[in-house]
C-alpha cells in the first residue's frame, strides 16, 4: 500500500472492482464508465465506516430496486481483508466495516517513523494573498478572519506537496491614502493650538480650502487612532523643520502628501505587530505605489486582448461582459488617470509574471461583484479559469452578552484586531485562531466574546488541547517515551475490539483523508470539525474505566499506549496545520 494512497480511496477502489467483477461474471450490458460510484463516511456509525448509495443513484440504469442491486455486489465485497463486515441498509446504500488489522497497518504506515501527508499529482507553485488590510487605518475584525483563514490555507496546501508563498497586498496609493495624510495634517494643526471643525455635509469647497480653514473633510478620517499618528510625527524632532516649512509656505499637498506615507507606514508597521502576535508572517508586502511608479498599471492596455477594450465617451473600458461581468468596466478615466481595476489587473498580471502558476486570494464580504471583472481580465491575459481562485471571507459578528458589538470605522468606534487580542489575552492567538476558523469562510461567523474568553473544556480550542495534554499526561506519569517509533511487536488486534477503542483506531485513519478533504475544498473548518470528533472519541475512550493504562500490563498496555499516542500526533499535527499550539500541560489535564 502505498502511503499516498487515501483510505477513502482504497476503499472506493475495492468497490469500483467489486461492480466490475458483477458486471462481467452476469454478462450485464451496462458500462461501467456510465455508472456513478462514490463513498463516503456512514452518516451513523452504527452501519459502518464507510457507506456507498450506488445501489440507490443507478437504480434506473440497472432497472432494479436498490436492495437487489446491493445483494447482488456484497458477495464480491465479502471476505476482502480491508473489510471486517459488509452490509445493506435502507433506502440503498452498501456500508463497509474496515478490519482492525487493516487500519492498524493502514496508521502505521502512515505516522512512522514520520507523519506522511498524501501528495496530489501535479504540484503547483502558488501565491496566496490574504489580509491586505487597507493602511489608512488599523486592521479590524474581518482581517483577522481572513489572517487566520489565509494562514491555515497555507499550510494545508503545502501537504499536498504545493509550494506557496504568503502575500500582503499594500494599497498605498491613491485618493484614500491622500485623504489619510489630510487627516493627519488637520490633527498636527490642531495640536499646535488650532481648533479643528469638522465638515459635516459637502459644500463644493476643495481640499485645500478645507485645509485652510482647518475643516475635516466629510470623506476623511476620524479615528483616535489619527491623533496618535499626529503625536507620533510632532515627537520626532527632524519633523518640526517640516512642520515649520508647511506652514510657512501653506504647502498643503506637500504635507498632505509626505504624511500620507508616513502614516501608511505608521499603520502598516502596527499591522505587522499583530500579525506576528497572530501567528502570521508574510513572505512579502508588495506596494500598489510601485506598480504605479514602474510603469506597470499603464502597461495593462498593451497586455490585454485588443478585442477587449474598446475608448467609450473618452474612457478605456475593459469590456469584462465578454467574460460573464453585468456590465464593462473603465479602466481609465477621462483624465488618464487609472482606476482601482487597471492596478488590481496590473498587480495580478505582475503576480503571474513572477512564475506563479496558481493565484489565490482572500477578500472580505463586500468584493463579490469584483470576482467576475477580475477574473475576465485574468483569461484576456491568457490564464486558465482554475488558475486564478477568489475565496470570500465572510463578515464576523461580535458577540458578547448575547447581543452584537456595534462597528463603524470611518467614525473610529470599531473594533480592531488588536482590541480582540487585548480581550481575549494570553490565549489570543490560539483562540482566536480556532474561533475564525471553525466556520466556513463564506458564512458570516458569530464570534462569541464570553465563550471564547472560557478557559474551561466548554470552550472548543481548550476541549482539543486539554485531549492532548491529558495523553501526554499519561505518558509522563507512566514514564513512557513519546518518541517511540517501533510498534511491530508491540500491538494486539485483540485488545483493541471494544467499541470506544475500536472507534477511537477509526477517528485517527481519518486524519490524513480529512487534511487532505480540507486542502483541495480550501475549507479549513472540515479540520476543526474533525478534531472535535477525535477528541470526543478520545474522551470516550478515556472515560471509560475498561481503559485506564495505568491499571494495564504487558500488551495490553503496549496497545493503549500505541492508540493514545496515534491521537496525540493527529492532535497535534491538526492544531498545528490551523497555527493553534498543543501544550503537552495544562491545568486540567488530570482531570
Same mark, same amino acid.
Given at each position: 500500500?502505498?502511503?499516498?494512497?487515501?483510505?477513502?480511496?482504497?476503499?472506493?477502489?475495492?468497490?469500483?472492482?467489486?461492480?466490475?467483477?458483477?458486471?462481467?461474471?452476469?454478462?450485464?450490458?451496462?458500462?461501467?464508465?456510465?455508472?456513478?460510484?462514490? !463513498?463516503?463516511?456512514?452518516?451513523?456509525?452504527?452501519?459502518?465506516?464507510?457507506?456507498?448509495?450506488?445501489?440507490?443513484?443507478?437504480?434506473?440504469?440497472?432497472? /432494479?430496486?436498490?436492495?437487489?442491486?446491493?445483494? @447482488?455486489?456484497?458477495?464480491?465485497?465479502?471476505? =476482502?481483508?480491508?473489510?471486517?463486515?459488509? @452490509?445493506?441498509?435502507?433506502?440503498? #446504500? !452498501?456500508?463497509?466495516?474496515?478490519?482492525?488489522?487493516?487500519? %492498524?497497518?493502514?496508521?502505521?504506515?502512515?505516522?512512522?517513523?514520520?507523519?506522511?501527508?498524501?501528495?496530489?499529482?501535479?504540484?503547483?507553485?502558488?501565491? %496566496?494573498?490574504?489580509?491586505?488590510?487597507?493602511?489608512?487605518?488599523?486592521?479590524?475584525?474581518?482581517?483577522?478572519?481572513?489572517?487566520?483563514?489565509?494562514?491555515?490555507?497555507?499550510?494545508?496546501?503545502?501537504?499536498?506537496?504545493?509550494?506557496?508563498?504568503?502575500?500582503?497586498?499594500?494599497?498605498?496609493?491613491?485618493?484614500?491614502?491622500?485623504?489619510?495624510?489630510?487627516?493627519?495634517?488637520?490633527?498636527?494643526?490642531?495640536?499646535?493650538?488650532?481648533? %479643528?471643525?469638522?465638515?459635516?455635509?459637502?459644500?463644493?469647497?476643495?481640499?485645500?480650502?478645507?485645509?485652510?480653514?482647518?475643516?475635516?473633510?466629510?470623506? @476623511?478620517?476620524?479615528?483616535?487612532?489619527? /491623533?496618535?499618528?499626529?503625536?507620533?510625527?510632532?515627537?520626532?524632532?527632524?519633523?518640526?523643520?517640516?512642520?515649520?516649512?508647511?506652514?510657512?509656505?501653506?504647502?498643503?499637498?506637500?504635507?498632505?502628501?509626505?504624511?500620507?506615507?508616513?502614516?501608511?507606514?505608521?499603520?502598516?508597521?502596527?499591522?505587522?505587530?499583530?500579525?506576528?502576535?497572530?501567528?502570521?508572517?508574510?513572505?512579502?508586502?508588495?506596494?500598489?505605489?510601485?506598480?504605479?511608479?514602474?510603469?506597470?498599471?499603464?502597461?495593462?492596455?498593451?497586455?490585454?486582448?485588443?478585442?477587449?477594450?474598446? %475608448?467609450?465617451?473618452?474612457?478605456?473600458?475593459?469590456?469584462?461582459?465578454?467574460?460573464?461581468?453585468?456590465?464593462?468596466?473603465?479602466?481609465?478615466?477621462?483624465?488618464?488617470?487609472?482606476?482601482?481595476?487597471?492596478?488590481?489587473?496590473?498587480?495580478?498580471?505582475?503576480?503571474?509574471?513572477?512564475?506563479?502558476?496558481?493565484?489565490?486570494?482572500?477578500?472580505?464580504?463586500? *468584493?463579490?461583484?469584483?470576482?467576475?471583472?477580475?477574473?475576465?481580465?485574468?483569461?484576456?491575459?491568457?490564464?486558465?479559469?482554475?488558475?486564478?481562485?477568489?475565496?470570500?471571507?465572510?463578515?464576523?459578528?461580535?458577540?458578547?452578552?448575547?447581543?452584537?458589538?456595534?462597528?463603524?470605522?470611518?467614525?473610529?468606534? #470599531?473594533?480592531?484586531?488588536?482590541?480582540?487580542?487585548?480581550?481575549?489575552?494570553?490565549?489570543?492567538?490560539?483562540?482566536?485562531?480556532?474561533?475564525?476558523?471553525?466556520?466556513?469562510?463564506?458564512?458570516?461567523?458569530?464570534?462569541?466574546?464570553?465563550?471564547?474568553?472560557?478557559? @474551561?473544556?466548554?470552550?472548543? &480550542?481548550?476541549?482539543?488541547?486539554?485531549? *492532548?495534554?491529558?495523553?501526554?499526561?499519561?505518558?509522563?506519569?507512566?514514564?513512557?517515551?513519546?518518541?517511540?517509533?517501533?510498534?511491530?511487536? =508491540?500491538?494486539?488486534?485483540?485488545?483493541?475490539?471494544?467499541?470506544?477503542?475500536?472507534?477511537?483506531? #477509526?477517528? &485517527?485513519?481519518?486524519?490524513?483523508?480529512?487534511?487532505?478533504?480540507?486542502?483541495?475544498?480550501?475549507?479549513?473548518?472540515?479540520?476543526?470539525?474533525?478534531?472535535?470528533?477525535?477528541?470526543?472519541? #478520545?474522551?470516550?475512550?478515556?472515560?471509560?474505566?475498561?481503559?485506564?493504562?495505568?491499571?494495564?500490563?504487558?500488551?495490553?498496555?503496549?496497545?493503549?499506549?500505541?492508540?493514545?499516542?496515534?491521537?496525540?500526533?493527529?492532535?497535534?499535527?491538526?492544531?498545528?496545520?490551523?497555527?493553534?499550539?498543543?501544550?503537552?500541560?495544562?491545568?486540567?489535564?488530570?482531570?
Amino acid at each position: 500500500m502505498k502511503q499516498k494512497e487515501l483510505l477513502k480511496q482504497i476503499v472506493l477502489t475495492e468497490l469500483t472492482q467489486a461492480i466490475g467483477s458483477f458486471l462481467n461474471k452476469d454478462q450485464n450490458h451496462i458500462n461501467l464508465t456510465d455508472l456513478k460510484i462514490r !463513498i463516503e463516511y456512514s452518516r451513523d456509525e452504527k452501519f459502518g465506516d464507510y457507506s456507498t448509495p450506488f445501489a440507490l443513484e443507478n437504480k434506473n440504469s440497472f432497472n /432494479k430496486n436498490p436492495k437487489e442491486i446491493a445483494e @447482488s455486489i456484497l458477495p464480491y465485497l465479502e471476505g =476482502k481483508p480491508i473489510f471486517s463486515s459488509v @452490509s445493506f441498509s435502507p433506502p440503498g #446504500f !452498501i456500508n463497509f466495516r474496515i478490519s482492525l488489522d487493516f487500519l %492498524l497497518k493502514y496508521i502505521t504506515n502512515s505516522f512512522f517513523p514520520n507523519l506522511v501527508y498524501a501528495n496530489i499529482d501535479d504540484p503547483k507553485k502558488i501565491i %496566496l494573498e490574504f489580509v491586505s488590510a487597507n493602511p489608512t487605518g488599523p486592521m479590524n475584525i474581518v482581517s483577522a478572519r481572513s489572517a487566520a483563514l489565509g494562514d491555515a490555507l497555507t499550510n494545508l496546501q503545502q501537504t499536498l506537496g504545493n509550494a506557496v508563498e504568503r502575500e500582503f497586498y499594500v494599497n498605498d496609493y491613491g485618493n484614500q491614502v491622500y485623504l489619510l495624510g489630510v487627516a493627519v495634517f488637520l490633527r498636527i494643526k490642531e495640536l499646535l493650538g488650532e481648533t %479643528l471643525l469638522f465638515q459635516e455635509e459637502e459644500d463644493g469647497r476643495s481640499i485645500n480650502e478645507l485645509i485652510e480653514t482647518n475643516v475635516l473633510p466629510k470623506e @476623511s478620517y476620524r479615528g483616535e487612532y489619527i /491623533k496618535n499618528i499626529a503625536k507620533e510625527f510632532i515627537g520626532l524632532e527632524s519633523n518640526k523643520l517640516k512642520i515649520e516649512d508647511w506652514m510657512k509656505n501653506k504647502d498643503w499637498d506637500g504635507a498632505c502628501d509626505f504624511l500620507s506615507r508616513f502614516s501608511v507606514e505608521y499603520n502598516l508597521s502596527r499591522q505587522k505587530e499583530d500579525l506576528n502576535l497572530f501567528g502570521v508572517n508574510f513572505n512579502r508586502f508588495f506596494s500598489e505605489r510601485s506598480l504605479h511608479e514602474s510603469g506597470d498599471v499603464e502597461n495593462i492596455s498593451n497586455l490585454l486582448k485588443p478585442e477587449d477594450i474598446k %475608448l467609450i465617451e473618452n474612457k478605456l473600458h475593459f469590456l469584462s461582459t465578454n467574460y460573464g461581468d453585468d456590465k464593462d468596466r473603465v479602466i481609465k478615466r477621462e483624465d488618464g488617470r487609472p482606476t482601482y481595476l487597471m492596478a488590481d489587473i496590473a498587480y495580478h498580471i505582475n503576480k503571474f509574471n513572477r512564475g506563479f502558476d496558481t493565484v489565490i486570494d482572500i477578500w472580505g464580504p463586500d *468584493h463579490y461583484g469584483y470576482i467576475a471583472r477580475l477574473k475576465g481580465a485574468m483569461l484576456s491575459f491568457g490564464k486558465r479559469e482554475e488558475d486564478f481562485k477568489v475565496i470570500i471571507a465572510q463578515q464576523v459578528n461580535l458577540i458578547e452578552n448575547k447581543e452584537k458589538v456595534k462597528m463603524s470605522k470611518r467614525l473610529g468606534i #470599531f473594533q480592531t484586531m488588536r482590541d480582540l487580542m487585548s480581550y481575549l489575552g494570553k490565549n489570543a492567538k490560539d483562540v482566536g485562531r480556532y474561533f475564525f476558523l471553525m466556520r466556513s469562510s463564506d458564512a458570516p461567523l458569530d464570534f462569541d466574546l464570553d465563550l471564547a474568553k472560557d478557559e @474551561s473544556d466548554k470552550n472548543p &480550542v481548550f476541549y482539543l488541547q486539554y485531549a *492532548h495534554a491529558r495523553i501526554c499526561s499519561i505518558y509522563r506519569e507512566l514514564d513512557e517515551d513519546l518518541s517511540q517509533t517501533d510498534w511491530d511487536t =508491540k500491538i494486539g488486534l485483540e485488545f483493541l475490539k471494544d467499541e470506544e477503542r475500536s472507534r477511537l483506531l #477509526f477517528w &485517527v485513519s481519518r486524519f490524513q483523508e480529512e487534511v487532505f478533504d480540507a486542502a483541495t475544498s480550501f475549507e479549513p473548518h472540515r479540520l476543526t470539525n474533525y478534531l472535535q470528533s477525535l477528541s470526543k472519541s #478520545f474522551t470516550r475512550f478515556y472515560s471509560h474505566k475498561n481503559n485506564r493504562i495505568k491499571e494495564k500490563v504487558g500488551l495490553e498496555k503496549d496497545t493503549l499506549l500505541y492508540l493514545i499516542l496515534v491521537t496525540k500526533i493527529a492532535l497535534a499535527n491538526g492544531l498545528s496545520l490551523l497555527g493553534i499550539s498543543s501544550p503537552e500541560r495544562m491545568s486540567k489535564e488530570e482531570s
